[in-house]
């Protein structure tokens, strides 16, 4: 199993970024799917899941500026970010399931600062 993420980088305030999460090694299509976010010296943040029926769930925090959707032919997650605000300056991370941790991947920085 392995899970590369992609498309982090540094914006201003009220911008936006488009992560992608490539996945190999498991049936994607198969599996609810979960981003995660860690500011260092913080715990990990649950910030958006979506089942594999294509449901999907935010945090309060980014409910309405955050979009998450899959590509199941493509084995590909994403998390569209809009409105950016400099709290949501993280590392983050997609994980296979819903509640679990990210396991050696490496994550992609998102900055958002002025």
């Known amino acids: 199993v392995q899970l590369v993420e992609s498309g982090g980088g540094s914006v201003q305030p009220g911008g936006s970024l488009r992560l992608s999460c490539a996945t190999f090694g498991f049936t994607f299509g198969s599996y609810d799917m979960s981003w995660l976010r860690q500011v260092p010296g913080k715990g990990l943040q649950w910030v958006s899941a979506?089942?594999?029926?294509?449901?999907?769930y935010y945090a309060d925090s980014v409910k309405g500026r955050f979009t998450i959707s899959r590509d199941n032919a493509k084995n590909t997650l994403f998390l569209q970010l809009n409105s950016l605000k400099t709290e949501d300056t993280a590392m983050y991370y997609c994980?296979?399931?819903?509640?679990?941790?990210?396991?050696g991947s490496q994550g992609t920085q998102v900055t958002v600062s002025s």
């Open positions: 994980v296979r399931g819903i509640g679990a941790a990210p396991v």
């Open positions: 979506i089942n594999k029926f294509g449901g999907t």
